[in-house]
Nanobody
Framework: QVQLVESGGGLVQSGGSLRLSCSAS????????MGWYRRAPGKERELVAA?????RTNYADSAKDRFTISRDKTTVYLQMNRLNPEDTAVYYC?????????????WGQGTQVTVSS
């Protein structure tokens, strides 16, 4: 199993920056990819960015050129620059693992990001 704990959310003014962190514990070697999703009020949860164990990244169009995802062995980061009010959401860390042939999806508890205009 994999456990995820996010940190780094908060309140920031439009145009500001935040860095989210997600620390993974458990069977780290089973993780194939990690990423960040978000759910804004009244909207569905959506992918923000993801990174595979070999470093391939994928970004939502809204995150390209503003957000950067990176990771080390146990932690995935999301550097968010030029934030705007539309980025206000609960951000969830995600990990996709594979163990004994079974694929599993893991989620953190979420961290609130609020961008004021």
């Amino acid at each position: 199993q994999v456990q995820l704990v996010e940190s780094g959310g908060g309140l920031v003014q439009s145009g500001g920056s935040l860095r989210l962190s997600c620390s993974a514990s458990g069977i780290i070697s089973s993780i194939k990819a990690m990423g960040w999703y978000r759910r804004a009020p009244g909207k569905e949860r959506e992918l923000v960015a993801a990174i595979t164990v070999d470093g391939r990244t994928n970004y939502a169009d809204s995150a390209k050129d503003r957000f950067t995802i990176s990771r080390d062995k146990t932690t995935v980061y999301l550097q968010m620059n030029r934030l705007n009010p539309e980025d206000t959401a609960v951000y969830y860390c995600n990990a996709e693992s594979k163990l004994y042939g079974s694929s599993l999806t893991h989620w953190g508890q979420g961290t609130q990001v609020t961008v004021s205009s």
